[in-house]
């Protein structure tokens, strides 16, 4: 199965500023997806990040708030736009082939 | 429906023991369910999965069984381990979504006490 590297693990960033997180993918694989879990809850998808096309958001969440690029089959990137207290989460990537997909180990984003 | 529903929310269990975790679903298109495990600090990682043309899937001290009439299905973790000690998430997909993303239940925390 895929391993997945994701930087950064955390930050602490100022309130409306934006972030970029990164995912790496070792192998080339079709499905991509960003997702935002608060500590001790579960996972929210945020967006299927498709390759060569916009990424396709999930209810609630937008293109605005969270860009997406996905260039190739090995990389794809999650910007959260314009921050603020409330974007304070773990940010993780997930990808693979097919179902049974790998996760990143998340990036913890503290907004102050 | 895309909800997964998950119990319980906390669990605690002997070293030894049997550790069950339960999951139902409404949506009859799923036909992906997989149970992942999360330690403090870390993503998610598959532990096992089935799909419904099978009743059980076991791969060693773990087994899924899965009712589709009931449209639910359970993790069982057999001689529990204070290292089996995480977050146990149940999930489905479905294949006629096209995306096949996965829709996670809430967690169960299980924790393995000696």
């Known amino acids: 199965s895929a391993v997945i590297s994701q930087k950064p693990s955390r930050d602490i960033c100022q309130r409306g500023t934006s972030l970029t997180i990164q995912c790496q993918v070792d192998?080339?694989?079709?499905?991509m997806f960003w997702y935002r879990q608060q500590p001790g809850q579960s996972l929210t998808l945020i967006a299927t990040a498709n390759q060569g096309s916009e990424a396709t958001y999930e209810s609630g969440f937008v293109i605005d708030k969270f860009p997406i690029s996905r260039p190739n089959l090995t990389f794809s990137t999650l910007t959260v736009s314009n921050m603020s207290p409330e974007d304070s989460s773990i940010y993780l990537c997930s990808g693979g082939q097919e179902v049974g997909y790998t996760f990143g180990s998340g990036t913890r984003l503290t907004v102050v | 429906q895309q909800q997964v529903k998950q119990s319980p929310q906390s669990l605690i269990v002997q070293k030894g023991g049997i550790s069950i975790i339960n999951c139902a679903y409404e949506?009859?298109?799923?036909?992906?369910f997989p149970w992942y495990q999360q330690f403090p600090g870390k993503g998610p990682a598959l532990l096992i999965a089935?799909?419904?043309?099978?009743s059980e899937k076991k791969e060693g001290r773990f087994t899924i069984s899965f009712n589709k009439s009931a449209k639910q299905f359970s993790l069982h973790i057999m001689d529990s381990q204070p290292g089996d000690s995480a977050t146990y998430f149940c999930?489905?997909?479905?294949?006629?979504?096209?995306?096949?993303?996965?829709?996670f239940g809430t967690g169960t925390r299980l924790t393995i006490i000696p």
């Open positions: 192998s080339q694989v079709t499905m």
């Open positions: 999930a489905a997909s479905s294949s006629n979504f096209g995306n096949e993303k996965l829709t």
């Open positions: 949506n009859t298109a799923f036909d992906y």
């Open positions: 089935i799909r419904p043309d099978v």
